[in-house]
């Protein structure tokens, strides 16, 4: 699998939440790799990446350099907001750990793709105002992707309030969330996580056929494509158990 780039197709990004897999090792990575080259490798297939660890903490300005010097000119890394400021402070008084967080992930460059703002089911849309307050204050300069985990959240006001900011919708198949198809950005941003509970995700194979509803997908993209909007889309290991296999697949399916 050598999948550098969707050939002929510049906007769409395709590719996984996280790389830092052992159980990859054998299918996907050469045995024994040391697990400081995963990255090295798995930009050898894949033009984008999800940051999974930045949710625990706050990358450190050095390891994110470190992250763009493994990479090729045209890889885009995208990242979640730590959890800090997500879900133990749900966007109250989180202004000096959203400052860190933007200035490490700046170090980037043209490597950031969008940062990701990750709703906590427990977080309603009783907290509109809060939210609302947060989404304001992040600088711009930034693409910005919002996750609502509930889905009360969605409705016309709060599509408004991401269009208001030029903020992507996360479109999400998740097995406790309807099916999403309201693009509110000039770019779309699509998480396949999949069902946690049926999958276990760390075998280093595909444990269901979602082959079908990657085309599905596959149909979709191709319109916002169509429309002009740029599309990032990642999968999870619990999708169907073998994200980079998943990834590989949606690509070929773009490129048909």
């Known amino acids: 699998m050598e999948v550098k780039a969707i050939s002929g197709i510049s906007n769409c990004h395709i590719g996984t939440m996280g790389w830092s897999y052992v159980f990859w090792e054998g299918n996907f990575y050469p045995k024994a790799m040391r697990a400081f080259d995963y990255l090295k490798e798995y930009a050898k297939h894949f033009s984008t990446v999800e940051i999974d660890s930045s949710f625990y903490r706050i990358p450190p300005a050095a390891m994110v350099k470190n992250w763009g010097l493994q990479t090729p000119p045209n890889f885009l890394f995208s990242a979640k907001f730590p959890r800090d400021i997500t879900e133990v402070k749900q966007f109250r008084d989180a202004e000096g750990e959203t400052e860190v967080f933007l200035r490490n992930m700046s170090l980037l460059r043209d490597k950031l793709g969008v940062l990701l703002v990750q709703m906590p089911y427990d977080f309603g849309p009783e907290n509109f105002s809060v939210i609302k307050n947060f989404l304001h204050g992040l600088p711009r300069g930034y693409r910005y992707a919002v996750e609502a985990k509930n889905r009360k959240w969605l409705d016309d006001a709060f599509y408004g309030l991401l269009r208001e900011?030029?903020?992507?919708?996360?479109?999400?198949?998740?097995?406790?969330?309807?099916?999403?198809?309201?693009?509110?950005?000039?770019?779309?941003?699509?998480?396949?996580?999949?069902?946690?509970?049926?999958?276990?995700?760390t075998t280093g194979q595909e444990e269901r056929d979602r082959k079908p509803d990657i085309e599905k997908w596959a149909s979709r993209i191709k319109k916002y494509l169509a429309e002009g909007r740029e599309v990032f889309g990642y999968f999870s290991k619990y999708f169907s158990g073998y994200s980079p296999a998943d990834a590989e697949y949606m690509i070929r399916c773009l490129q048909d």
Request: hydrophobic share 35%; aromatic share 10%.
């Open 165 to 201: 900011n030029g903020m992507a919708l996360v479109q999400a198949d998740h097995p406790w969330m309807p099916d999403m198809d309201t693009p509110t950005a000039e770019y779309v941003y699509i998480r396949w996580e999949g069902d946690g509970g049926t999958v276990k995700g």
